[in-house]
């Protein structure tokens, strides 16, 4: 299921009709395709209104299966909101419309709407399908985050209504249908509905739903009982009256930074707020680091003040700035609940290091790094860093959980510091799969199936991104005309063939998708100065350089070296020396097979390398492998056009990664069909240019150009090393014959000519078979006329009568 799957019915089915929907695009779509006509007026009775919303369709999250009635327990997750605004003001709608406009959602107005008491439903999208039980608390979080956000403040709770004021004006929601199970109401055919298409609600950034005044006051009690008791089991580490410790500024940043204390940067009455906690720094050894982070963080709102200097202004209102009865230690309370976690906590624990279990010590710094988990191949931890999953080796966890000793002034020994970590990865939850429509960028992550982009999401289980900032292309953009140093650059590499030209860009998606799964590898060969470098430079600029790595033919071939490629999106062979071997390390890797992995002084183990492989060279490689192992995988893209010496751009690089986001786009609407790319590829894999590379450089496939193919077994025999030289009667002599002319010092044996023979002229279109005669088998294959550029004058004689 999509998250976006939905029940929709009219009138009260035991169990309703589910509906499929691949998009919160195609969900709204299906509400508003469901308007049917009714009138509810003032003067109706309860009763009245009640059949008269009868007639309406319905919609609600999705069960499990078909069948089921809407139950709790029968309910799937499901990734969209409902809200219903069951009262407000006009100008709470007004204060509340530029706040629906940032995010994803639907609104609508309901049957009972007036212009003096509006009352609207809101369908928002998530970030990720929520869980049946947590779908009320999401809902409430959902309600808190909006009504924040416009500057509203919880004032009551009653029979599930919810009432936030600002001013006059207030909102009303019916909290009813945050319920797993609850439904909403499509719009009837006069009421006005609006579509924005902003961000998706990051569920994972979402604060505590907020209390109304009465009962926000016993929950700070309860609080504080609990941190009471947490007190007696560690440390007094919120004792109001001891003063700032070295960590404060970073502790400070850490909370100031927090998703949902960042927005209140841009409110202004929030943001001297803060400038006021900050203050009470004032006096102390932290004044200027504090003055400068007030600063940095304004900043951070510049977007919303374009017309202000925002460093100047918090600078010139720093001066003014007095703690007037508060404390820095107020923005720790505000973001503890929103949600951050509080690194003084975890600090306060840490001081009993030396009286843990390896268990508690393995829990202590899974909470050091976050977010974490384990990945099941390797065992390997990742942590979430807001933009993907990032590996963090075994040398760095041993190195932090000394350091947590060493800061605490514990004694600890080798033993100690392995059990932890080997405990911690037994307690961590497992990495899922990367879903393979999602690339990632530094902002979000484009989806190829949905075709839109979205803020990043654990969920996604990305472990890199490309570092580019995603941005909406301008009206009328192209490559050729936006992005024209990269369009020259692709149209000499090309030679001015587009045909090429699109076939260069597919290999750059593949690179952009990190389609690894194509089993395909690239190699681009050519002379130097005809654009091979400049491929590989955009090929690391479109995978990010933190998340590509070098190498060599030889180091794929090693367990021991290949343990720089785990976690990589790209491998490359740049300026790859001669090389002729079977390929069994790229062959492995680009085919998707498990691999041994040695790293240096940690324990081996098995993984799939998932990336894609790009090999430069001068000279084409030569691989001895003829079972298409390779040949299915190899794409080769020969770059005959050298720049002369004086006429190159040294800068060429810098120039197309100011590009890089316009390129990006033009690829992405290129190959909306991911399968185009890879079909471009095979296309480019079986052309003309690329045999002629291999019959260049490869002895066996250039003597199988100079072959025909018959209809019927009756053309030449195979022959053996006993015999008289016959090159025009026989197939083993005419190959020894033409390594002799282009002066090739090894040959092979008759059985691996026999062989390789028969697999490389699959690569010609020609399958070979044979015919037994009195003097042996006969085959399917003659020389034609142009074997006479390296057959001797003796072997030139028209063909003997044994082959008429």
Same mark, same amino acid.
Request: proline fraction near 5%; charged fraction near 25%.
């Given at each position: ?62 069960? /499990?299966?078909?069948?089921? /009635? ?55 999208? $998530? ?35 919810? %009432? ?36 998706? *609600? ?22 504080? @009982?609990? @941190?009471?008791?947490? +007190? ?80 100047? &202004? ?13 404390? !820095? ?23 009993? *290091? =030396? ?11 899974? /909470? ?9 191949? =390797?065992?390997?931890?990742? @942590? ?13 966890? %041993?190195? /932090? ?19 932890? +970590? ?5 307690? $961590?939850?497992?990495?899922? #799969? ?33 570092? &580019? ?34 076939? +260069?860009?597919?290999?750059? !998606? ?13 190699? +681009?060969? =050519? ?26 033919? #030889? ?23 001669? !090389? ?13 097979? &498990? ?49 002369? #010496? ?60 100079? $072959? ?13 090393? %006993? ?55 006969? !085959? ?11 057959? =001797? ?12």
């Amino acid at each position: 299921m999509s998250g976006f799957d939905h029940l929709m019915e009219q009138g009260q089915k035991r169990t309703p009709a589910r509906f499929t929907a691949n998009s919160f695009s195609d969900l709204c779509n299906a509400i508003l395709s469901h308007r049917v006509q009714i009138s509810i007026t003032p003067e109706m009775s309860d009763e009245e209104r009640r059949k008269e919303k009868q007639k309406l369709y319905w919609f609600a999250a999705t069960t /499990q299966r078909d069948g089921q /009635q809407r139950k709790p327990e029968n309910m799937a997750p499901c990734a969209f909101g409902m809200l219903d605004i069951d009262g407000s003001t006009p100008g709470a709608i007004t204060a509340l419309v530029p706040v629906f406009r940032q995010y994803s959602m639907l609104v609508y107005q309901t049957a009972s709407h007036t212009a003096d008491e509006p009352r609207l439903r809101i369908v928002c999208e $998530l970030s990720r399908a929520v869980e049946s039980d947590d779908r009320r608390a999401t809902g409430e979080s959902v309600e808190t985050f909006l009504m924040q956000e416009a500057g509203f403040s919880f004032a009551s709770l009653a029979d599930k209504k919810a %009432r936030w004021e600002n001013g006059s004006d207030y909102v009303v929601f019916d909290r009813n249908v945050y319920g797993a199970q609850s439904y909403c109401y499509c719009p009837h055919t006069d009421a006005k509905a609006q579509n924005y298409a902003g961000a998706v *609600i990051d569920v994972g950034a979402l604060p505590e739903p907020a209390q109304p005044p009465a009962k926000a006051a016993k929950s700070r009690a309860k609080k504080q @009982r609990q @941190r009471d008791a947490a +007190i007696l089991d560690i440390a007094d580490f919120g004792d109001l009256n001891a003063g700032p410790d070295n960590f404060v500024i970073a502790d400070l940043r850490s909370a100031l930074w927090f998703p949902a204390v960042l927005q209140k940067a841009w409110d202004n009455g929030a943001w001297i707020e803060q400038g006021y906690r900050l203050a009470s720094l004032k006096g102390t050894d932290f004044e200027d680091d504090a003055r400068q982070l007030w600063i940095e963080w304004s900043l951070t709102a510049a977007d919303g003040w374009p017309d202000e200097e925002l460093d100047e &202004v918090a600078a010139q209102r720093w001066d003014g700035l007095a703690p007037d009865k508060t404390s !820095y230690k107020a923005i720790f309370t505000d973001a503890q609940a929103q949600g951050w976690n509080n690194p003084g906590k975890w600090r306060a624990k840490a001081a009993y *290091i =030396g009286d843990m279990a390896p268990s508690t010590r393995g829990e202590l710094l899974a /909470q050091y790094y976050g977010n974490v988990c384990l990945k099941a191949d =390797g065992n390997m931890v990742y @942590r979430y860093t807001g933009q993907g999953w990032e590996h963090i080796a075994d040398a760095e966890l %041993r190195r /932090q959980l000394s350091q947590i000793f060493q800061d605490n002034k514990v004694p600890f020994n080798p033993n100690e510091v392995k059990s932890a +970590i080997e405990a911690m990865g037994m307690l $961590l939850p497992l990495m899922g #799969e990367t879903p393979r429509n999602l690339i990632g960028f530094a902002n979000g992550v484009y989806d190829l199936e949905a075709q839109r982009f979205r803020p990043h999401c654990p969920g996604d289980w990305l472990t890199s991104h490309n570092g &580019v900032e995603y941005t909406q292309p301008v009206n009328g953009e192209t490559l050729k005309n936006n992005a024209p140093t990269f369009w020259r650059w692709l149209h000499h590499s090309a030679g001015g063939d587009f045909d090429k030209m699109e076939r +260069i860009k597919a290999a750059l !998606y593949m690179v952009l998708a990190n389609r690894y799964d194509w089993q395909l590898f690239i190699e +681009i060969t =050519g002379a130097g100065g005809s654009g091979k470098s400049v491929f590989t430079g955009i090929a690391r600029m479109l995978t990010g350089e933190l998340h590509a790595t070098s190498g060599t033919m #030889e180091d794929m071939d090693t367990a021991r070296e290949r343990a720089s490629f785990v976690g990589k999106s790209l491998i490359t062979l740049p300026d790859q020396a001669t !090389y002729t071997g079977s390929g069994p390390g790229i062959k492995a890797i680009t085919g998707g097979d &498990v691999v041994r992995i040695d790293p240096k002084h940690e324990k081996p183990f098995h993984t799939v390398i998932r990336a894609v492989v790009i090999a430069t060279n001068n000279e084409p490689m030569r691989f001895t492998e003829r079972q298409g192992g390779i040949s299915r995988r190899r794409v080769i893209f020969p770059f005959n056009h050298e720049v002369p #010496e004086a006429e190159r751009d040294h800068h060429l690089l810098d120039k197309i990664k100011a590009e890089l986001p316009v390129i990006v786009r033009g690829l992405l609407i290129d190959f909306k069909q991911p399968g185009k790319a890879k079909a471009l590829l095979i296309a480019q894999r079986d052309s003309a240019e690329a045999l002629q590379v291999k019959n260049d450089n490869d002895p066996m496939y250039g003597f199988c150009s100079y $072959l025909l193919g018959l209809p019927n077994p009756d053309g030449m025999y195979m022959g053996d090393g %006993r015999m008289a030289r016959e090159p025009r009667i026989y197939l083993y002599h005419a190959y020894l014959a033409y390594l002799e002319a282009y002066g090739y010092q090894r040959s092979p044996t008759l059985p691996k000519f026999s062989g390789d023979l028969r697999d490389t002229l699959k690569a010609f279109g020609v399958v070979l078979e044979k015919h037994p005669t009195k003097k042996g088998y006969r !085959y399917n294959v003659n020389l034609s006329g142009n074997a006479q550029e390296w057959l =001797g004058e003796d072997e030139l004689s028209a063909v003997p009568d044994t082959l008429q």
